[in-house]
């Protein structure tokens, strides 16, 4: 049974960081992607960054490049989001998900896999 669990979320003042983990149990192919989209309340679901081909690419929202950096570990088991210069806007539910037909794509509908997410507030 294929499981992801994150951790990581809290509330932060504008300007702070987090950093998101993920936990990935019973999948053993990650290659195509490991990814974390976000939603905020009446939004639709964002892709935020994708790191995939075992970790040698990743592609980023426009939004937080440069302020966001994704990362896996070594057994491609747990991915990691490391948000710094947090804004008001950044606030939402923060899911993992991973599993895709698709290499490296930022599409909700592309991923198999999915977190019960996180949940960032940023106040200014």
């Known amino acids: 049974q294929v499981q992801l669990v994150e951790s990581g979320g809290g509330s932060v003042q504008a300007g702070g960081s987090l950093k998101l983990s993920c936990a990935v149990f019973g999948l053993t192919y990650t290659w195509n992607g490991m990814v974390w989209f976000r939603q905020a309340p009446g939004k639709e679901r964002e892709g935020v960054a994708v790191i995939y081909y075992g970790g040698s690419s990743a592609a980023y929202a426009d939004s937080v490049k440069g302020r966001f950096t994704i990362s896996q570990d070594n057994g491609e088991t747990s991915v990691y989001l490391q948000m710094n210069d947090l804004k008001p806007e950044d606030t939402g539910m923060y899911y993992c998900?991973?599993?895709?037909?698709?290499?490296?794509?930022?599409?909700?509908?592309?991923?198999?896999?999915w977190g019960q997410g996180t949940q960032v507030t940023v106040s200014s």
């Open positions: 998900a991973a599993d895709s037909r698709v290499p490296g794509t930022l599409m909700p509908d592309a991923y198999n896999y």
